[in-house]
């Protein structure tokens, strides 16, 4: 059987290792984009000097050859299902036996007046990386519209080679559709350490060129015209679906697979970031994490040779850095807040670290966390989600969670009085604490 996967991310990559390790089908891989799979959320360190593009690769490239997985460099134009056939741009043309989709997200542009000008882009892959490079050659402002991940990596990469950069977003703080105010705040402040200027309450209306069609300022909503010689683009991702509308696939937001990443068609599959996945209830999402990409990408690599498994993705979490702040989250943290749940958070007075356990009103159960600053495991808070461990033993334990390195500040007594302090009738929790080999640990 020959499978053939299109796209070479986390997602295609995991399914191609996985359904070697479990077969001897003939595999090829296509990307367009790059020769080998590399580490896309390492694009900001090529950029920064950090990193050669070679030293984003995860493994030898002798690597492929010898697990007889064939590399293709080229750019799909269509997908033939009827005729199980896909057609390069050169016009060549592969037969497959089955088709796996791995191709991706693309950056969200909205139409915007001048949004084509030169010296306006997003950043998802290695093209845009280098035509990133080709746009900030000589720049003195730039200015980012949208918050996220991709938008403060972008502010921090910009940052790098002294560029003014002024951060647009529509929301009261950043990352507002995700974090809660309090964390917000916390990021903007850090942003602001960095020489980033956060315009909150802020949209893009029009991006203005010179002669040369190059951006030479934008206008916000608010009618003020900020020069730049730059614009990053990130306000979100979506699923990249054109190869599949073009060939005829069923889609709405992303390629609509079920459970077991299945499309309609019995010889096609869906994974990673292109993927919309309808469960048992009906309900639709899209998950475009590197995390999920690799869970799907083993998942649906056993259905493949032949022991159909659903997609199960557990415990939500992910983890980022703002700068040089830690971010992780475990658990379900809404940035609307949900009527049955009550919240803890805990900020220390720096301004740099802090903490929120979000849990239900009626019992107390945990149902989601996050901190900023402070180095939590995932698998212990991982097992107390799914043991529904209530607040006062989250507390209680909490020593059992931290792993940051000895001689860093430990911020858990604080945390316990202070909850010992929400309600002074229920009996007082004592932390339980870890045995240390180094003394003086501060606290």
């Known amino acids: 059987m020959h499978i053939v996967i299109i796209g070479n991310g986390i997602a295609g990559i995991t399914t191609a290792r996985h359904i070697r390790k479990q077969s001897d089908h003939q595999i090829t891989v296509i990307s367009g984009e790059s020769d080998y799979f590399y580490s896309r959320p390492a694009l900001m360190y090529i950029y920064m000097g950090h990193m050669e593009q070679s030293h984003t690769e995860p493994y030898e490239r002798s690597f492929w050859e010898k697990n007889r997985i064939q590399l293709k460099r080229a750019w799909v134009s269509k997908v033939e299902p009827q005729a199980k056939l ?47 490079e080709a746009n900030t050659k000589d720049v003195k402002q730039a200015v980012i519209v949208g918050g996220g991940l991709i938008g403060i990596e972008m502010a921090e990469m910009l940052r790098t080679r002294h ?10 703080h950043y990352w507002g559709n995700i974090l809660r105010r309090e964390e917000g705040l916390l990021v903007g402040r850090h942003m602001a350490e960095h020489h980033v200027q956060l315009d909150t309450e802020t949209q893009l209306k029009e991006i203005v060129g010179d002669e040369q069609g190059r951006v030479k300022a934008v206008i916000t909503d608010k009618g003020e015209a900020i020069p730049c010689q730059f614009v990053g683009i990130t306000a979100g ?5 054109d190869l599949a509308k073009a060939s005829q696939l069923e889609t709405k937001r992303g390629i609509l ?3 077991f990443l299945e499309t309609k068609d019995p010889h096609i599959y869906a994974v990673g970031d292109c993927a919309e996945i309808t469960d048992e209830q009906g309900n639709h999402r899209v998950e475009q994490l590197w995390y999920t990409g690799r869970m799907q990408g083993e998942a649906l690599a056993k259905t493949i040779c032949g022991a159909r498994t659903a997609y199960n993705r557990g415990v939500w979490f992910n983890s980022a850095k703002f700068f040089d702040i ?14 049955w749940e ?11 670290q802090c903490i929120r356990l979000v849990y239900r009103a009626d019992d107390q159960v945990l149902t989601g966390m996050n901190a900023f600053g402070i180095r939590y495991r995932h698998q212990v808070f991982e097992r107390w989600l799914q043991e529904k461990r209530t607040l006062g033993y989250v507390f209680e334990h909490l020593e059992e969670a931290n792993f ?27 932390l339980r604490k870890k045995r240390r080999w180094f003394l003086g640990v501060g606290a």
Not at 163 to 172: H, N, S
Not at 343 to 352: C, D, I, L, Q, T
Not at 411 to 422: K, L, T
């Open 86 to 132: 896909i057609t390069f741009k050169d016009g060549s043309s592969m037969d497959y036996d089955t088709l796996v989709l791995a191709t991706g997200s693309q950056s969200n542009f909205f139409n915007w007046p001048g949004q084509d000008l030169k010296g306006v882009q997003g950043l998802v892959n290695l093209q845009d990386l280098a035509q990133m």
């Open 163 to 172: 560029i003014a950069v002024r951060f647009l977003v529509r929301e009261t």
């Open 237 to 241: 991702v979506h699923p990249n679906i």
């Open 257 to 259: 697979v079920n459970q």
């Open 326 to 339: 830690e971010y992780h989250t475990y658990g379900q943290l809404l940035a609307q807040v949900p009527d």
């Open 342 to 352: 009550r919240s803890f958070y805990r900020e220390h007075a720096n301004g740099k």
């Open 404 to 430: 940051d390195p000895e001689f860093f500040r430990r911020f858990e007594e604080q945390m316990v009085h202070q909850y010992n302090r929400m309600d002074p009738n229920q009996p007082p929790i004592k």
